[in-house]
């Protein structure tokens, strides 16, 4: 007789046990409580310190003094913007009197402008008695002046260079009057024999500087003061044939021993 207890067992072997899902086990992230700001502790105050003493810049370094220029308009009896006569060049104007220091002197000078040479030159305040300047000329040594223009030409019978240097000297003396000596010694007429190119030079220096001087003293032009020089010299007797025959044999005899002996005449003659 079957054992009565095999069959359950059997039953127990045949029926399939059901297949256990496997559990995959979520992690489970727990949340941290949000956290309470936590209120703070006061915090003691610091201290404020003090800003740090700023340093003083380097001072910069002082600029030198510049001594303002005192304006001087007037010295030796000359002032600012008048006309003179400076015997080496002729007529200028005064520009300025300044100070300025020259090898650690000071020096006044009286800045001059001579416009027709286009030149500056500056002369020191004390030495304008050793140079010559003078103040322009008296209307009544300016009618002197023109008055010897009509006078007889002087010729003296020496060598050419040596009357040149005559000349020479009476033009730059600053001497308004010997100027016009020189004027009226070399003026030439038409019916007259041609100058040289040295007279020519001479005379032309004469002139301009007369010129110049009247026209400044008449508050006229350098033209006008050239027509009224030369209807003074229209004026002086015509010398007779006898006495330019004599001057035109004495300029012959000078250029000739000037030939022999003076090569600085000669280089002028030649140019």
């Known amino acids: 007789m079957p054992n009565k207890t095999a069959k359950p067992a059997a039953k127990a072997t045949a029926a399939k046990p059901a297949a256990a899902k496997p559990v995959t086990a979520k992690p489970v992230t727990a949340k941290a409580p949000a956290a309470k700001p936590a209120t703070k502790a006061p915090v003691a105050a610091a201290p404020v310190k003090a800003p740090a003493a700023v340093k003083p810049a380097a001072k910069p370094a002082a600029a030198p003094k510049v001594e303002e220029k005192k304006v001087v308009t007037q010295r030796q009896g000359f002032k600012a913007n008048e006309f003179v006569v400076y015997p080496a060049h002729g007529v200028g104007q005064i520009l300025a009197i300044e100070e300025q220091e020259i090898a650690g002197a000071k020096l006044e000078l009286f800045v001059i402008n001579f416009i027709k040479d286009k030149m500056t030159l500056r002369v020191p305040t004390a030495k304008v008695a050793n140079v010559g300047m003078r103040k322009l000329s008296d209307p009544a040594l300016v009618k002197k002046a023109l ?27 600053g001497d308004i009057v010997a100027i016009a000596e020189v004027v009226r010694d070399l003026y030439r007429s038409e019916s007259q024999p041609e ?9 032309e220096a004469a002139l301009d500087r007369l010129s110049r001087e009247i026209a400044v003293v008449q508050h006229s032009t350098e033209t006008e003061a050239v ?4 209807a003074q010299l229209a004026k002086s007797p015509r010398r007779n044939a006898k006495a330019e025959a004599a001057e035109g044999e004495a300029d012959a005899e000078g250029e000739a021993d000037d030939t022999d002996g003076d090569d600085t005449t000669v280089a002028d003659e030649a140019a």
């Open 147 to 173: 008055e010897t223009l009509k006078g007889r030409a002087r010729v003296k019978r020496t060598m050419w260079s040596r009357r040149a240097q005559e000349y020479e000297a009476k033009i730059n003396s």
């Open 195 to 203: 100058q040289s190119y040295s007279e020519r030079q001479l005379y």
């Open 227 to 230: 027509k009224e020089i030369e």
